[in-house]
T-cell receptor, first 118, second 107 residues
């Protein structure tokens, strides 16, 4: 079975440029998460969706960050304009969410996008 | 908001020694999950604990959930080089992750 698929795997770009990260969750999973990982701040939850609807975006650092989930099989995380401090590994994860049981399902992570902003 | 604290941040052990990482929450958790991330990899689910005082074992790994459901631990018996990585606990409805414990094993 295909796992969570993220693209690109690596991205190097200059500050000020727009960056778009993509994620395809596991088929049948209806909950999707975006995380950012750095040495200094660890694994931070940025935003998560249930059934394509954003539930909590309190972790999104600034208005420069935006995330969308137009359908059950695709999500994007966009940074515009990008800054050097956005350099990190960005993970997407998905899980099966069931009302009343959602907290008990493990998350499946993609391989991540390693983003470097120069 | 809910916080999950994890200690130690880093541990370097001799192969064959035991290792333990501890997780503490500021609030009662409905469940706690443990993940392992190998260097350069992504977090991979290990186990979930749900019941107060629950203990689960996976070969050399023993996971415990505290009676008050506010703390948990992961113990590895006789570490091997394949145990190298970062171990995260995560809990609550939003699955808040601890900072992780980096384990290095000297052979």
């Amino acid at each position: 079975d295909a796992g969570v698929i993220q693209s690109p795997r690596h991205e190097v770009t200059e500050m000020g440029q727009e960056v778009t990260l993509r994620c395809k969750p596991i088929s049948g999973h209806n909950s999707l998460f975006w995380y950012r990982q750095t040495m200094m701040r660890g694994l931070e939850l940025l935003i998560y969706f249930n059934n394509n609807v954003p539930i909590d975006d309190s972790g999104m650092p600034e208005d420069r960050f935006s995330a969308k989930m137009p359908n059950a099989s695709f999500s994007t995380l966009k940074i515009q304009p990008s800054e050097p401090r956005d350099s990190a590994v960005y993970f997407c994860a998905s899980r099966l969410y069931q009302m009343g049981q959602g907290v008990r399902q493990p998350q499946h992570f993609g391989d991540g996008t390693r983003l470097s902003i120069l | 908001g809910q916080q999950v604290m994890q200690i130690p941040q880093y541990q370097h052990v001799q192969e064959g020694e035991d290792f333990t990482t501890y997780c503490n929450s500021s609030t009662t958790l409905s469940n706690i999950q443990w993940y392992k991330q190998r260097p350069g990899g992504h977090p991979v689910f290990l186990i979930q604990l749900v019941k107060s005082g629950e203990v689960k074992k996976q070969k050399r790994l023993t996971f415990q959930f505290g009676e008050a459901k506010k703390n948990s631990s992961l113990h590895i018996t006789a570490t091997q080089t394949t145990d190298v990585g970062t171990y995260f606990c995560a809990g609550g409805n939003k699955l808040v992750f601890g900072a992780g414990t980096i384990l290095r094993v000297k052979s």
